[in-house]
T-cell receptor, first 115, second 112 residues
Framework: GAVVSQHPSWVICKSGTSVKIECRSL??????MFWYRQFPKQSLMLMAT?????????EQGVEKDKFLINHASLTLSTLTVTSAHPEDSSFYIC???????????FGPGTRLTVT | KQEVTQIPAALSVPEGENLVLNCSFT??????LQWFRQDPGKGLTSLLL???SQREQTSGRLNASLDKSSGRSTLYIAASQPGDSATYLC???????????WGAGTKLIIKP
């Protein structure tokens, strides 16, 4: 149980375009989802926390207009990187948490490369 | 502000050796501490979770300890194997807001 999937697993896009990453909880209802970014040889950095049906809470320094997060259902959250630039190239990992639980279950990550 | 530090950043040892990875944190107000494994270009695999009230957890050849008051945790790997090669991350779950704060990881290479 407690499986989280991400799609796509990797994506290459051209500078200036937008790309959407999906995060799904497959066998539980995720009232809260988290989006992390990981640059090479660095730690995971929390980008934003989203609760189902409400606006995401972004961490300091993360542009909410650039990284659009939608958590419209209890099993799906999406992260859209708008007007992507090469510096947005990174590994994006989502996690999901059930209501009343503190444990996060992690997706396999999405490698984004912006050329 | 919580800071999590992992030492060493990288470690290379021959197969069969026992080894210890270290994780330290500055704020002891944690709910739990977790150790994860990450293979290159892959997601995270949870290895061990230690609640703040616990001192250690064991799973197979892995043993993790927690000294909350001193802000330290160690991951002990016994009889290392080439398949143990990966980056090991520790993360603490904060008491205040249940956010995970991550260390930068230790890259482990086990030489055959």
């Amino acid at each position: 149980g407690a499986v989280v999937s991400q799609h796509p697993s990797w994506v290459i896009c051209k500078s200036g375009t937008s790309v959407k990453i999906e995060c799904r909880s497959l066998d539980f209802q995720a009232t809260t989802m988290f989006w992390y970014r990981q640059f090479p040889k660095q730690s995971l950095m929390l980008m934003a926390t989203s609760n189902e049906g409400s606006k995401a809470t972004y961490e300091q320094g993360v542009e909410k207009d650039k990284f659009l997060i939608n958590h419209a259902s209890l099993t799906l959250s999406t992260l859209t990187v708008t007007s992507a630039h090469p510096e947005d190239s990174s590994f994006y990992i989502c996690s999901a948490r059930e209501s009343g639980s503190y444990e996060q279950y992690f997706g396999p990550g999405t490698r984004l490369t912006v050329t | 502000k919580q800071e999590v530090t992992q030492i060493p950043a990288a470690l290379s040892v021959p197969e069969g050796e026992n080894l210890v990875l270290n994780c330290s944190f500055t704020d002891s107000a944690i709910y739990n501490l977790q150790w994860f494994r990450q293979d290159p270009g892959k997601g995270l695999t949870s290895l061990l979770l230690i609640q703040s009230s616990q001192r250690e957890q064991t799973s197979g050849r892995l043993n993790a300890s927690l000294d909350k008051s001193s802000g330290r945790s160690t991951l002990y790997i016994a009889a290392s194997q080439p398949g143990d090669s990966a980056t090991y991350l520790c993360a603490v779950l904060m008491d205040s807001n249940y956010q995970l704060i991550w260390g930068a990881g230790t890259k482990l290479i086990i030489k055959p």
